[in-house]
């Protein structure tokens, strides 16, 4: 299990760091799958083993490269603050199946979105 989990945080942080994602599209999945958790366990571990690791080196190399708003980034950051309690106290009250249910319409809209803008070079 310690390796298993060590994987999915390593495949989690290359995928952040390269297409900005969040750990809930990729660590989420990874520890319904394969580490068997419900829906709740998983998304708060997902939350805790993102607090520091993720934004801050990845934040970093970007600042570094002149490529992070600053400004945005903490406005966002504000919002991120109160949403993850309220999606907290919200995932709270769905059942597993429900809340697997919701993602999973979350994650096909987020891929039919970006399959319909992309464009070709």
Avoid at 42 to 49: C, F, H, P, Q, V
Avoid at 66 to 73: E, F
């Amino acid at each position: 299990m310690l390796l298993l989990l060590f994987g999915i945080g390593l495949a989690a942080g290359v995928l952040s760091g390269l297409f900005g994602i969040g750990g809930g599209v990729v660590i989420v999945p990874a520890l319904l799958f394969f580490a068997r958790m419900t829906p709740a366990a998983a998304t708060g571990t997902s939350l805790g083993a993102l607090l520091l690791p993720v934004g801050a080196l990845g934040a970093w190399e970007y600042y570094r490269n002149g490529n992070l708003d600053v400004r945005s980034s903490l406005l966002l950051a504000a919002g991120l603050f109160f949403g993850a309690y309220g999606g907290a106290k919200l995932n709270q009250l769905l059942s597993p199946v429900h809340a697997k249910r919701a993602f999973a319409v979350f994650l096909v809209l987020v891929a039919v979105r970006l399959w319909m803008t992309a464009k070709p070079r």
